[in-house]
């Protein structure tokens, strides 16, 4: 029993260590991370869940909370934020696939849903296959070419970093 309790601590541990993380990328790096062009640096953090599953509430917790501190409205900060989660759960699907296609589900996710929201929440003129362009590209940096950068980086640890209890 005591085992399963700390189980559970770890992963809320993870869970919130993630999701703060996420925060401070997105927050430190703002200039880049709104707009319908973004490279949101936080969503390197994509890949995580190839690692643990606390990743998931993490990113998911750590998005809402970057977009009500962006000063997101309403329907960026539940839409964007489910973009996030969909790609998470996805990705934690993959984990015992191809590390290549690990970064794929947080990209398809944010490049089909993202647009929408700027087009139909903050009323961006622009077309909406031109957006899913400019988000896509943001999320191949981000998740595709940071994402896997940090895959490499915590490969070689993960059993150490991301043990259970």
Not at 5 to 16: C, D, E, P, T
Not at 67 to 73: A, H, P, S, V
Not at 84 to 108: C, D, E, H, M, V
């Amino acid at each position: 029993m005591k085992n399963s309790g700390n189980n559970k601590v770890l992963f809320m541990a993870q869970a919130a260590m993630i999701a703060a993380i996420y925060v401070v990328l997105t927050i430190v790096f703002a200039p880049f991370s709104y707009g319908e062009v973004q490279v949101r640096i936080s969503e390197a953090l994509t890949i995580l869940p190839v690692f643990t599953p606390a990743a998931i509430p993490g990113l998911f917790i750590g998005c809402i909370i970057s977009n009500i501190l962006g000063g997101c409205i309403l329907p960026d900060i539940i839409f964007g934020s489910l973009a996030t989660l969909i790609g998470a759960i996805f990705t934690w699907q993959l984990r015992n696939k191809s590390k290549f296609l690990a970064p794929l589900p947080p990209i398809l996710a944010n490049t089909i849903i993202v647009p929408f929201v700027l087009r139909y929440g903050y009323q961006v003129p622009l077309p909406i296959p031109f957006m899913m362009l400019t988000v896509g590209i943001g999320e191949v940096i981000s998740c595709g070419v940071l994402g896997m950068i940090v895959y490499a980086a915590l490969s070689r640890y993960k059993h150490a970093i991301f043990k259970t209890a």
